[in-house]
């Protein structure tokens, strides 16, 4: 300090900081007007852009004005360095923030963009802001006079060690990495396991996949485990696909009639039903000649998977209306059993003594039983009399 610090100092560093703080207060409302007008455009870049510059702005400002400040006061050579070297690395901490979250929003943002669903893929997200982060940091510690090379060395000491460790994390990182990379499931994708799993891919991080079902509950998927196993992707290459609905009738309809019965339905079914494939051209195919009536095969079109429940829900409920109207019978499965009964001729039980009765005779008649007993009381009575 070269002198002593007078009224005049402070009066003359504080119009400065009042001047950035002001400074700061008409950017903020500035960017607040901005972003109104931002909001209305179809790019959201420009929103992610304003809502950044909202923070970087106003500090700015503020460190400016405390930059001023401390010019205009008598400090020596080594702590106007210092103050200036702690200003510049505080700004450069608040542009790493407000970078960080403008290249993470245009990350996510371009990710929305591609799947078309409020998706996000933030294991991009997160691996540009650390990296955007990293190299903010190290940058301010060079401004304030560190070296960063000793620090780069640990750092790539201590990361083999956290590789060795971190195993398991480091390969779903990478596998997460792999999928979005190949496009082979994309946030927004409607996708089947083997295993039995299926919904729609909501996120896909650094190290799980999140897939919320039909019953809207989330299937957490780790990313090694959905690279090495086998899938089926109902949105890629298109959402739209067709599915097939069995209908069977009596062998005494029309085919014709019934074909030409079908085939309006399923064109009603098309234009009138939200979610079905309004260009699908409607197919019937017989194909079976069944127990009690004859089978045939009706092709729809849905715009996607979770449409198929609803569109057949519809096509069912007015064919059986229609075909009730037409006279078509649907017959249930019947089936005639025949029963063969044999007449059963029981023989007669051979001749026995009337005082020898026949205590080992293993099968016999009740007829024969009763035969037998008759013949003993008589040949008691007699003896009796005699």
């Known amino acids: 300090m070269n002198r002593d610090l007078v009224l005049h100092d402070w009066l003359v560093a504080g119009i400065a900081l009042a001047a ?92 929305g963009a591609r799947t078309g669903v409020a998706g996000s893929a933030s294991i991009f997200v997160n691996i540009t802001r650390i990296v955007v ?18 620090l780069v060395t640990a750092l790539g000491v201590g990361g083999l060690a956290v590789a060795l460790a971190l195993q398991d994390t480091l390969a779903n990182l990478f596998a997460g990495v792999h999928i979005l990379a ?34 809207n509950n989330l299937v957490i998927i780790p990313n090694g485990r959905l690279a090495r196993t086998n899938m089926t992707n109902f949105t890629q290459p298109e959402a739209q696909f067709s599915i097939l609905v069995q209908v069977g009738v009596g062998y005494e309809s029309d085919l014709e009639h019934v074909e030409r019965v079908t085939l309006d339905v399923v064109d009603a ?26 089978n045939f095969t009706v092709i729809l079109g849905v715009g ?35 029963l063969h009964q044999e007449d059963v001729q029981v023989s007669p039980s ?17 007829s024969a039983s009763v035969s037998a007993s008759a013949s003993a009381s008589a040949s008691m009575l007699a003896d009796s009399g005699r």
């Open 182 to 215: 190949s496009k082979t499931v994309q946030p927004g994708d409607y996708i089947r396991l083997t295993s039995g799993e299926e919904g729609y891919v909501v996120d896909i991080n650094w190290r799980n996949t999140v897939v919320r079902n039909l019953s």
């Open 20 to 111: 950035g703080a002001a400074a700061g207060l008409l950017l903020r409302a500035l960017l607040r007007w901005l972003g109104r007008h931002a909001e209305r455009t179809r790019w959201r870049g420009d929103d992610i852009i304003v809502d950044a510059l909202r923070t970087i702005a106003p500090g700015a400002a503020l460190i400016a004005g405390a930059a001023v400040a401390a010019t205009t006061l008598p400090l020596t050579a080594r702590l106007s360095g210092f103050v200036n070297q702690s200003l510049t690395a505080l700004l450069v901490l608040i542009a790493t923030l407000s970078a960080a979250r403008v290249v993470a929003g245009l990350v996510q943002s371009v990710a």
């Open 133 to 150: 982060l990293v190299m903010g940091v190290l940058v301010a510690l060079e401004t304030l006079g560190v070296s960063i090379a000793p």
């Open 269 to 294: 079914v098309m234009t009138e039903v939200n979610g079905a494939n309004p260009e699908h051209e409607g197919a019937v195919r017989f194909h079976t000649f069944a127990d009690s009536r004859i």
């Open 350 to 366: 051979p001749p026995s003594s009337a005082h020898a009765p026949v205590p080992h005779q293993r099968e016999s008649s009740p």
């Open 304 to 338: 996607e998977f979770s449409d198929q429940y609803r569109i057949k829900h519809e096509f069912i409920k007015r064919l059986h209306q229609r075909f009730r109207a037409e006279g078509i019978s649907i017959p249930a499965p019947t089936r005639t059993v025949a």
